[in-house]
């Protein structure tokens, strides 16, 4: 396949940088930092595209994005985890993933990711949703992934690639690499798209 290495990734995710080269797409990573807040009433499928296209624009108009050559694409995206139409973002510490998981226990939620591709005057956004649920978690399982695994991170208090993915999830329907932060195969077609 025919590398892009025209890509900036704005991401500082080592999920969404494995992804990319898992794909074989060549790429440099410039991530600016912003705010990920985002209105007040927003549907909460909208949320991680307000704050992919927030990532994205930060880069295009930084400084250091000027230094590269016309043409380059960014790729930016945002990933969340929503329960009950609630979303349930990154724990602040044991306690919170702990009991994030607790909740995530022998439930369904939705895995969105959020993405904003920005080439030139063209922007694409979407965002990829899919349902994950879990088996019933015992509190023994929980603390020992959240002890060894740390998933302080991470949207939900887990990752899918990791140990209680391995063993905790029943199902998933829908992208399984949208789940780790990035529907990679999307991506890539609207990549050569472009």
């Avoid at 007040?40 to 595209?49: K, L, R, S, T």
Wanted: charged fraction near 25%; hydrophobic fraction near 40%.
């Amino acid at each position: 396949m025919e590398k892009n290495h025209n890509l900036v990734l704005a991401s500082r995710s080592p999920r969404r940088k494995q992804l990319l080269e898992w794909a074989e797409i060549d790429f440099v990573i410039l991530v600016k930092d912003t705010d990920e807040q985002f209105p007040a009433g927003m549907p909460v499928e909208e949320i991680p595209v307000h704050i992919a296209r927030n990532k994205g624009h930060a880069v295009l108009t930084c400084s250091e994005f000027e230094r590269y050559d016309a043409g380059k694409t960014i790729l930016a995206a945002d990933t969340i985890v929503v329960l009950d139409n609630v979303v349930i973002g990154k724990p602040a510490n044991r306690t919170e993933a702990i009991d994030t998981l607790v909740k995530l226990s022998n439930r369904t939620h939705h895995v969105i990711t959020g993405v904003s591709i920005i080439s030139g005057d063209r922007e694409e956004f979407f965002s990829d949703i899919t349902e994950v649920g879990f088996h019933s978690l015992s509190r023994d399982q929980i603390e020992y992934y959240v002890d060894k695994y740390e998933p302080y991170d991470k949207a939900g208090a887990y990752a899918i690639q990791e140990w209680i993915g391995v063993t905790g999830i029943k199902y998933i329907r829908g992208d399984f690499y949208n789940v780790m932060g990035l529907p990679v195969s999307r991506v890539v077609k609207i990549l050569q798209d472009l």
